[in-house]
């Protein structure tokens, strides 16, 4: 079909670029098509198609014949090669396409025609018999010659049809203006406030003086009222705000709203339920994350699938992993544990991280004033275990634990007591990928010290937690946690390389004091000997300002210790330094959350937002809970409490970062298997899923094309493609289950 397409574009453009009061972009006057015969006139040429598809010219249109029953979406494709994009400049991706019969997905992507693959942009729209035309602006993120565009139709069971035409992939187009939907002006926690806790809201205004506000119950009855504060340009969103403060209203109740300027809130409730249900879904979430078992629909409705890495083909399996090549001379079964994130990879760093937060939700409730064990017992979680007399988050926990356990070195062999420090595919792979379906070969790389702390750390902590209901368990993890303590002092600078960054992410870190100091306190902490007192106490890490705006995290673990230290009983001389340190810490976040405008525990230097943003934020909260644990003082609670607002709603996106909970939810998380967005036969991500949030960064390039000089808040977007705003990942749902479970122990 004949088009008028580069005029049309042309003006379109410098509309745009009116309307929007932007520049026109420097490439704006010369928009060049990159693809050779889109419109399929006369040939089909240079099209190629794999193999196993037959295509044809049919109506002014490429027709393709795609056979059923292949596994990958990849298996059966149309495209086209060597096409040249230029890194920063922004192209306009628009094709017709059609599928028979009804409903079959083709994922059209521009990515690189060589491996490893890489996808620059794509896009998995569901088809229909009459057809659609689909358009689509993305920014380059490289240079290269060897770019490919190509519709891959793989994966379906049935043989179907699909046509294309007007396939265009204009360069030098202007970047796209990304608009966000915020939604109404008064920002508040969508799920709920607590009846006896604070009640704060944000109005987004141009307004400099003071306005009023209504509190409305869900019949539409004004049941408080008062004034909001101004509170000037806040820095985390670039917006003019005003602060309100309803924590007078303490009844409970559904459906409320809070109405000012002229704006409703999205509604919310006053209660605890919400939380008690939250502290048990942000730990749920755990279980569909397991590797090497098959997920049972019966437990988790609509999530139920086969096992991953299991040594069922197409998967190559976990159970005889080869190291990199020259790494080892031996293989281990690595089977088992959790998926770290969206990806396949199984790192022993941050699964160390997100299982000592998820023993330390529940230790937290054996030892502290408002804890209260009985709510995460045995049958609270639907796990498979549930019934065999053992808390669920142990159950749940010891999951990963056996996982860091078989990443240890073996005796006998160089380096045994180091844990390797991860396990993954040798290449990347693409979306949408269950786990069962990855044909990878998957790769043991080399033992840190990091990731040996991790397993010392985590298996003292859990020698102490399931004893008593497991001695020989208990028993293995402690003797575990020993030879890997003697290992690392023994190879106390083996870090993992910044550079093994292909088929999975590095967790590289070249600091190991903050690792060493939380492996020895977990280990004086349930061994109460000597040595590791020592250890703690000589550490310049134990008196160490660690408390710093990014928080805790994977990479930045002396807080783990700390915390533990400060809370878990023992005889350790200079105890009420190390607590009084904490409180210390707690008061800098508190003074941090009273100056946002926003009331968030969270204002990283230069106003930039670092990945995983939403556990760092809760993550600061878990010190303030901490000082209140400590203290009793009620300033600690009510601040760990209200950092809940800025997850669940009360932010400039307007946005719950928390599946499932509140009107407006992230739902869209980068995750090969809950990758609902790119086929709809698979489920978004269960409810009480994080999503990592707001990172001033933007390393994607489909966040690129949309947040290029987005400010602090506003550098998030709920797109399966945004990895690195929007992934789902163990250690940051763990901040989520432990700032949940006290909160739910407020009420
Ligand atoms: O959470 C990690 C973040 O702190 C790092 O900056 C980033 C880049 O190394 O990696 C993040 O972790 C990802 C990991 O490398 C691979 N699995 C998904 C993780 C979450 O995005």
Known sequence: MKRRRTVLLTLAALLGATLTGLPAGPAAADEVEQLKNGTFDTTTAPWWTTSNVTAGLSDGQLCADVPGGTANRWDAAVGQNDVTLVKGESYRFAFKVSGSPEGHVVRAIVG???????TYFEISPQLTVSGDTYAYTFTSPVDTTQAQVAFQAGGSADAWRMCMDDVSLLGGVPPEVYHPDTGPRVRVNQVGYLPSGPKNATLVTDATTRLPWQLKNAGGTTVAHGWSVPRGVDVSSGQ?????????????????????????SRPFDIGTGDY????????????????????????????????????????????????????????????????????????????????????????RELLARTGESGRLRDGTLAVPESGNKVPDVLDEARWELEFLLK????????????????????????????????????????????????????????????????????AKALSAARKAWTAA?????????AS????????DDTNATDEFYWAAAELYLTTGEQQFADYVRTSPVNTADIFGPLGFDWGRTAAAGRLDLATVP???PGRDKVRQSVVKGADRYLATLTSQPYGMPYAPDDNLYDWGSSAQVLNNAVVLATAYDITGAAKYRDAATQSMDYILGRNALNISYVTGYGEVTSHNQHSRWYAHELDPNLPNPPRGTLAGGPNSSIQDPYAQS????????????DDIQSWSTNETAINWNAALARMASFVADQG
């Open 112 to 118: 690189l025609q060589v491996s490893p693959y890489d």
């Open 489 to 497: 002092l023994a190879h106390p600078a083996m870090y993992a390389s």
């Open 407 to 474: 990443m240890q070195v073996p005796d006998g062999r160089p380096l045994a007591g180091m844990a390797h420090h991860k396990v993954h595919d040798e290449q990347w792979t693409g979306l949408p990928l269950l786990p069962s379906d990855d044909p990878q070969k998957r790769e043991l790389h080399p033992p840190s010290t990091q990731a040996t702390l991790n397993l010392a750390a985590t298996a003292a902590q859990a020698a102490r937690l399931y004893r008593p209901y497991d001695r020989a368990f208990a």
């Open 240 to 264: 003019n705000v005003h602060s309100i403060d309803f924590g007078a209203y303490r009844r409970p109740g559904k459906g409320f709203t809070l109405v000012a300027d002229g704006e409703t």
């Open 276 to 363: 008690e249900q939250l502290r048990l879904d942000s730990l749920k979430y755990y279980y569909p994350q397991r590797s090497g078992i098959a997920i049972r629909d019966d437990l988790r409705p609509g999530y139920g699938r086969p096992a991953g890495h299991v040594d069922v083909p197409p998967n190559q399996g976990d159970s005889n992993v080869a190291c990199q090549p020259g790494v080892c001379d031996y293989t281990l079964d690595v089977t088992g544990g959790w998926y770290d994130a969206g990806d396949h990879g199984k790192y022993v760093v941050n699964g160390g991280i997100a299982t000592w937060e998820l023993l330390s939700t529940y230790e």
């Open 706 to 717: 949309k947040l290029q000089g987005c400010v602090g808040q506003f550098c998030y977007i």
């Open 570 to 572: 023992s005889k350790l």
């Open 500 to 507: 093994d960054g292909t088929g999975g992410g590095t967790y």
